[in-house]
Nanobody, 126 residues
Framework: EVQLVESGGGLAQAGGSLRLSCAAS????????IGWFRQAPGKEREGVSC????????YYADSVKGRFTTSRDNTKNLMYLQMTNLKPEDTAVYYC???????????????????WGQGTQVTVAS
């Protein structure tokens, strides 16, 4: 059974930090690009970052560049999203997702991802 389980969400103050984790099982983790997405109430799900296995590069939305860092540990089937200098507009449910096919120009599109976690809430207070 394919599973992606996010953890590490919670309440943070503006300017603070949180680290999200994504634990994967049931598929060959090394073969999949892992992405982070978020969805705020009333808004569409948006791509935050991804770690591509195709080119070994990381990609970020402009809104989080310089503040968020994504990494992965293939030995443990774990993916991380280190979030610093958090802002109230970062408040959302954060999801990790796995994609077999990767395209650098469209990494942020949810439809390209095959498996999804249930999400973890991140709330940033001003």
């Amino acid at each position: 059974e394919v599973q992606l389980v996010e953890s590490g969400g919670g309440l943070a103050q503006a300017g603070g930090s949180l680290r999200l984790s994504c634990a994967a099982s049931g598929f060959t983790f090394d073969d999949y690009t892992i992405g982070w997405f978020r969805q705020a109430p009333g808004k569409e799900r948006e791509g935050v970052s991804c770690f591509s296995v195709s080119d070994g590069m990381t990609y970020y939305a402009d809104s989080v560049k310089g503040r968020f860092t994504t990494s992965r540990d293939n030995t443990k089937n774990l993916m991380y999203l280190q979030m610093t200098n958090l802002k109230p507009e970062d408040t959302a449910v954060y999801y990790c997702a796995a994609a077999w096919n990767f395209f650098a120009t469209t990494w942020y599109k949810p439809l390209l991802y095959d498996f999804w976690g249930q999400g973890t809430q991140v709330t940033v207070a001003s």
